[in-house]
């Protein structure tokens, strides 16, 4: 492992590890489990490193095999056990039940003069955590890395008719959180 | 199919037509709908601001999450091995 030097790890660590951290919590939910995951994105990375082309940077690069292992994470997860997506589609929404709450609530944007943007990040970044964790992703991956419809499919093995769905139920979650922070 | 659709669909093709052009009769209905139905212009209203919202909440990824200082020299050491 002629490229693992010294000091390619120091630096790799304390250049990148804090910044994969974030971005895997971003999709996760459980720190250990990130911890592990940006672990292993080393490891990957440093084994691989002849296979890096300059002409991308390297923290995309990072990102980009963390990614990879993320999603490994939730194949796994779901052979192992049942699909979070399927399981929370079948908890049988009552039909029309998110209508009939909204009789006399104020629209979101009333309150956007009042709050802050440090608010309202913040708020909404608890809601976040209140979706499904691949959904979360499904998130990220959309208004963060703002990747391709057909991209995030193809990585989260769903149709499109399943991300509509998707986003649709996500903005309902969020929307239901949000209006009972702020007690609209 | 209903000629009457339900409000949850209904907001179900407008979250679709964002991520492509909806047909003639999806686009009519989806137009009449919300004409007469408050509830859904208020649901429309709601995720246009969600939208703004998360786009402004990602538009870069702050470190809010850190190793600790042990935790970067534990890293270190394995991956020197």
């Known amino acids: 492992m002629a490229t693992g030097t010294n000091i390619d790890v120091n630096t790799l660590v ?17 720190l250990d489990l ?8 080393f490891v990957s990375a440093i084994t691989k490193l002849d296979t890096f082309q300059q ?17 490994d994470h939730w194949r796994k997860a779901e052979t192992r056990y049942t ?11 009552k039909q029309g039940h998110w209508l009939e709450s909204q009789g006399n609530n104020k629209t979101l944007e009333t309150i956007e003069d009042q709050i802050t943007k440090e608010e309202t990040n913040q708020e909404l970044a608890d809601c976040l955590d209140k979706l499904p964790e691949k959904w979360k992703g499904i998130v990220v991956s959309k208004y963060l890395e703002e990747k391709a419809s057909e991209d995030i499919c193809k990585e989260y093995d769903i149709t499109t008719s399943n991300l509509w769905v998707i986003i649709h139920r996500a903005k309902l979650v969020l929307r239901d959180c949000l209006q009972t922070k702020w007690k609209l | 199919m209903e000629i009457v659709k339900r409000c ?17 009769k999806d686009r009519v209905q ?24 998360l786009k402004r909440r990602f538009e870069r990824l702050d470190e809010t999450y850190h190793f600790s200082s042990d935790e970067k020299i534990t890293l270190k050491k394995s991956l020197k091995h």
């Open chain 1, 55 to 71: 002409r991308s940077k390297l923290r995309t690069w990072l990102t980009s095999i963390l990614n990879r292992k993320i999603i």
């Open chain 2, 30 to 53: 989806l137009r009449m709908h919300l004409g007469i139905c408050k509830k859904c212009r208020h649901y429309l209203k709601d995720s246009q601001k969600i939208d703004v919202w």
């Open chain 1, 83 to 93: 699909d979070p997506v399927s399981s929370f589609f079948s908890q049988d929404r």
């Open chain 1, 34 to 41: 990130a911890k592990d995951l940006v672990q292993d994105t």
């Open chain 2, 8 to 24: 949850e669909q209904i907001t179900l093709d407008y979250e679709r037509s964002r991520f492509q052009p909806l047909s003639v």
């Open chain 1, 14 to 30: 304390d250049e990148h590890s804090d910044y994969l951290l974030s971005f895997a919590m971003s999709k996760l939910k459980d």
